[in-house]
């Protein structure tokens, strides 16, 4: 089948490649000059595990295209997705600029018949107003062209975009129109073979869906880095609570880890946005707030350890503090929202230094933060190390799992390690000779007092 998607960023691109890969013909449009060149040369403007190999073969085989042609790509199409951003704007609203715009685009182009698709997350009520937009161009052009609307919210994990892309666990398809459902069959047929992961469900059913899945995760974190809270209060172990509830299956072992805070592209802004939804429509979304705010308040928990190390703000002046992982979560260079983000702001507002090392988000963290004195991004985690009175470790790389505590002990000035994903057994880092604080575990408490 002939597709369009708009937008290259990590949903059109991620999904505009795997339905290449199974065979669709695949024209990726975005306004962006600069990045469409560099894709088609195989430069892939994001770090996602297999996705380059991915694109460079189906460019190379002639299934996936990129153009900033909307018009090329939109005549070709059975199938249009729109797949661009929606940031939140000032109230936590989304921002639905983007998406109108490509809807307009669309109505200024359309000469056959086409299913529109919602990709991108957007508010409930949306594929609405992409319908009236576009049926507002083509009266405007003087064309009757028949086309729908559908949602078909993505859910794909930053990480692991190419694999929830190519083996998704459901793909919901919101629409009232057999037709196009059928069709959408069609396309997704490839991905739906052992057994039938497609949900139909009416368009506004979709587009909350996907705003329910994310804060009902969003939810399920806060929850424990509350019980976090409340574990090192009392001087309990959360990570023995969380073993302790995860074997029972309502509850599930996934996402009830406690740690520095969720961030990313989704979690911050979705649970945002729904709020707003709700509160638009007369409600008060109360736990939707507090899912919020205590994420809000778990991102400046790593610092308050830190204070609490210290007995104080006033002693960090000068310190230098070694960051192991910048990235909002292992596996992607992507920091927004990342909790480093607020670490790292509150080492440099207490005049401390910081020397940070990150698997893939070094070059990001440069062209966040330029080049200022206080900042020194390293090529390997051992070299972060180098001069440091402390480290803190805010994302769970893989490679930062079984660190030589021994040598820690020896390079650390101070002796104190931070840890913001409990990737350690207080045990073994306590009998290295290090101060150990982690999140929700009791030691925290044992601790208090200063340093050692
Ligand atoms: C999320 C959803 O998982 C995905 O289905 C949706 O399509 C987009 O949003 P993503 O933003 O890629 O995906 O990140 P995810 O892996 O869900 O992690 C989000 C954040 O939660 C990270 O900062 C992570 O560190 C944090 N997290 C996750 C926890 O703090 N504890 C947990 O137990 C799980």
Request: hydrophobic share 45%; glycine share 10%; aromatic share 8%.
């Given at each position: 089948m002939?597709v369009?998607?708009?937008?290259t960023?990590?949903?059109?691109?991620?999904?505009?490649t795997?339905l290449?890969?199974?065979?669709?013909?695949?024209t990726?449009?975005?306004?962006?000059q600069?990045?469409?060149?560099?894709?088609?040369?195989g430069?892939?403007p994001?770090?996602?595990p297999?996705?380059?190999?991915?694109?460079?073969?189906?460019?190379?085989?002639?299934r996936?295209?990129?153009?900033?042609?909307?018009?090329?790509?939109?005549?070709?199409a059975e199938?249009?997705?729109?797949a661009?951003g929606?940031?939140?704007?000032?109230?936590?609203?989304?921002?639905l600029?983007?998406?109108l715009a490509?809807?307009?685009?669309?109505?200024?182009h359309?000469q056959a018949p086409?299913?529109?698709v919602d990709?991108?997350t957007?508010?409930?009520?949306?594929?609405?107003k992409?319908?009236e937009t576009?049926?507002?161009e083509?009266?405007?052009?003087?064309?009757d062209?028949?086309?729908?609307?559908?949602s078909?919210?993505?859910?794909?994990?930053?990480?692991a975009?190419?694999e929830?892309?190519m083996?998704?666990d459901?793909?919901?398809?919101?629409?009232?129109n057999?037709?196009?459902?059928?069709?959408?069959?069609?396309l997704?047929?490839p991905?739906n073979?052992?057994?039938?992961?497609?949900?139909?469900?009416?368009?506004r059913?979709a587009?909350l869906?996907?705003?329910?899945?994310?804060?009902?995760l969003?939810?399920?974190?806060?929850f424990?880095n509350?019980?976090a809270?409340i574990a090192?209060?009392?001087?309990a172990d959360?990570?023995h609570?969380?073993?302790?509830?995860?074997s029972?299956?309502?509850?599930g072992w996934h996402?009830?880890y406690?740690?520095?805070?969720?961030?990313g592209s989704c979690?911050p802004k979705d649970?945002q946005a729904?709020?707003?939804?709700?509160a638009?429509?007369?409600?008060?979304?109360?736990l939707?707030?507090?899912v919020e705010?205590?994420n809000?308040r778990?991102?400046g928990?790593?610092f308050?350890l830190?204070?609490?190390?210290y007995g104080?703000?006033?002693?960090l002046?000068?310190?230098?503090?070694?960051i192991?992982?910048?990235a909002?979560?292992?596996?992607?260079?992507?920091m927004?929202?990342a909790?480093?983000?607020?670490?790292?702001?509150?080492?440099?507002d207490?005049?401390a230094?910081v020397?940070?090392f990150?698997?893939?988000?070094c070059?990001e963290?440069?062209?966040?933060?330029?080049?200022r004195?206080?900042?020194?991004?390293?090529?390997?985690?051992?070299?972060a190390?180098?001069?440091?009175?402390a480290l803190?470790?805010v994302t769970?790389?893989?490679?930062?799992?079984?660190p030589?505590?021994?040598r820690?002990?020896?390079?650390?000035?101070?002796?104190v390690?931070?840890?913001g994903r409990n990737?350690?057994e207080?045990?073994?880092?306590?009998?290295?000779?290090?101060?150990?604080?982690a999140?929700?575990?009791?030691r925290?408490?044992?601790?208090?007092g200063?340093a050692?």
């Amino acid at each position: 089948m002939h597709v369009a998607i708009f937008g290259t960023g990590y949903v059109g691109l991620v999904s505009g490649t795997c339905l290449a890969e199974v065979g669709h013909e695949v024209t990726c449009v975005d306004v962006d000059q600069g990045k469409i060149e560099g894709l088609r040369q195989g430069i892939i403007p994001i770090y996602e595990p297999g996705l380059e190999p991915m694109v460079k073969a189906n460019h190379a085989e002639g299934r996936l295209k990129f153009t900033t042609d909307a018009g090329e790509a939109i005549a070709g199409a059975e199938i249009i997705f729109i797949a661009v951003g929606t940031p939140p704007d000032e109230d936590g609203s989304a921002d639905l600029q983007y998406v109108l715009a490509v809807a307009r685009t669309i109505g200024r182009h359309l000469q056959a018949p086409a299913i529109v698709v919602d990709k991108s997350t957007v508010p409930v009520g949306t594929a609405d107003k992409v319908r009236e937009t576009i049926a507002g161009e083509l009266a405007a052009r003087g064309m009757d062209v028949v086309f729908d609307v559908v949602s078909n919210p993505e859910f794909l994990k930053e990480g692991a975009a190419v694999e929830d892309c190519m083996r998704p666990d459901r793909i919901v398809l919101g629409s009232s129109n057999p037709a196009s459902i059928e069709r959408l069959r069609k396309l997704y047929a490839p991905f739906n073979r052992s057994h039938d992961r497609i949900v139909v469900m009416d368009v506004r059913s979709a587009e909350l869906t996907k705003y329910a899945a994310n804060a009902m995760l969003a939810t399920k974190i806060s929850f424990m880095n509350e019980i976090a809270r409340i574990a090192e209060a009392v001087g309990a172990d959360v990570e023995h609570v969380r073993r302790g509830i995860g074997s029972d299956p309502r509850i599930g072992w996934h996402f009830i880890y406690p740690g520095a805070g969720y961030g990313g592209s989704c979690f911050p802004k979705d649970v945002q946005a729904l709020a707003r939804t709700a509160a638009q429509n007369g409600l008060d979304p109360l736990l939707l707030k507090a899912v919020e705010a205590v994420n809000e308040r778990q991102k400046g928990h790593l610092f308050e350890l830190v204070l609490r190390h210290y007995g104080g703000a006033a002693v960090l002046r000068g310190k230098t503090f070694a960051i192991w992982g910048l990235a909002f979560k292992p596996d992607t260079d992507d920091m927004r929202e990342a909790s480093s983000r607020r670490l790292l702001q509150q080492l440099w507002d207490a005049g401390a230094k910081v020397r940070a090392f990150d698997p893939e988000a070094c070059d990001e963290a440069r062209r966040i933060f330029g080049q200022r004195p206080d900042l020194v991004l390293c090529d390997a985690a051992e070299q972060a190390l180098e001069g440091a009175d402390a480290l803190a470790v805010v994302t769970e790389w893989k490679q930062f799992r079984s660190p030589d505590f021994a040598r820690l002990r020896q390079v650390l000035g101070d002796a104190v390690l931070f840890d913001g994903r409990n990737l350690y057994e207080p045990e073994d880092v306590e009998a290295a000779g290090i101060a150990y604080w982690a999140i929700g575990r009791g030691r925290s408490i044992r601790n208090r007092g200063g340093a050692r």
